[in-house]
C-alpha cells in the first residue's frame, strides 16, 4: 500500500461546481497534513494545513479523518483559475519540527467554462 | 511568495560530468530540503538540512550530496551525473520544520 494515495483524476468539472477530492494515507502516526496545489511546470503552492479535523479558507475546506485515515478537499463554486494538480501531503509522525513529508501523486483538476 | 530562488534553471549535462545546483533563500528559515519530481511519483527526498553545516539523507540520497555553509544557501551536487537523474529538483525552506515552501524548481537533462 502507498504510504500517500489520491485518484489521479483527471477531474473535469463546469465552472461554478462543487469538487472534492480524497486522499488516504497509511501511516497511522501523522500528525500534520497538507494540501498543496501545482500548476503545469510550477512549483508546489501550499494551498491549506490541516492540524486537527479539520480547516477551512474562503471557498476551500480540508478534512481530517484520523480513524479512517484520510483526508479530504472541497472546493466550491470552482473558477477556471482552480485548474491545477492538487498534491497531498501527510508528514512521517516523526517529532515536530523537522517534518518530513510524504507527498501523493496528485489528483488533476480541470474546470472548463 | 517565499523568496526562494534556484540556479540554474535548466540545465543539460553528460553522464559522467558533476553538476551542483544551489538554492538560495532570504527569509532565514532554519530548515532546506532538496526533492525530485518525476512522473508517478510524487516529490522525494534527497537531502535535508537543519542549520548551517548540519545535514541528513532523505529516501533517494545515492548519488547526490549536499552543503551549507551559510544559512541562505544549500548546494545539490551529483558527483557523476546518471540518466537516472534526469528530473526536476525543487528546493523548499521551512521557518520551523513545519509547512514547507517551495523553490521554481530546476529542470536538469542527463544525456
Known amino acids: 500500500r502507498k504510504e500517500v494515495e489520491q485518484d489521479p483524476g483527471p477531474f473535469n468539472v463546469p465552472e461554478g461546481a462543487t469538487v472534492a477530492f480524497n486522499c488516504t494515507y497509511s501511516n497511522s502516526a501523522s500528525q500534520s497534513f497538507f494540501w498543496y496545489r501545482q500548476d503545469c511546470r510550477k512549483e508546489p503552492k501550499l494551498l491549506m494545513s490541516?492540524?486537527?479535523s479539520g480547516n477551512e479558507d474562503g471557498r476551500f475546506t480540508a478534512q481530517l479523518n484520523r480513524a479512517s485515515q484520510y483526508i479530504s478537499l472541497l472546493i466550491r463554486d470552482s473558477k477556471l483559475s482552480d485548474s491545477a494538480t492538487y498534491l497531498c501531503?501527510?508528514?512521517?509522525?516523526?517529532?515536530?519540527?523537522?517534518?518530513?513529508?510524504?507527498f501523493g501523486t496528485g489528483t488533476r483538476l480541470t474546470i472548463i467554462p | 511568495d517565499a523568496g526562494i530562488t534556484q540556479s540554474p534553471r535548466h540545465k543539460v549535462t553528460e553522464t559522467g560530468t558533476p553538476v551542483t545546483l544551489r538554492c538560495h533563500q532570504t527569509e532565514n528559515h532554519r530548515y532546506m530540503y532538496w526533492y525530485r519530481q518525476d512522473p508517478g511519483h510524487g516529490l522525494r527526498l534527497i537531502h535535508y538540512?537543519?542549520?548551517?553545516?548540519?545535514?541528513d539523507k532523505g529516501e533517494v540520497s545515492d548519488g547526490y550530496s549536499v552543503s551549507r555553509s551559510k544559512t541562505e544557501d544549500f548546494l545539490l551536487t551529483l558527483e557523476s551525473a546518471t540518466s537516472s537523474q534526469t528530473s526536476v529538483y525543487f528546493c523548499a525552506i521551512s521557518k520551523q520544520g513545519y509547512e514547507q515552501y517551495f523553490g521554481p524548481g530546476t529542470r536538469l537533462t542527463v544525456t
Open positions: 538540512s537543519y542549520g548551517v553545516k548540519d545535514t
Open positions: 490541516v492540524y486537527s
Open positions: 501531503v501527510v508528514n512521517k509522525g516523526t517529532n515536530f519540527g523537522n517534518e518530513k513529508l510524504t
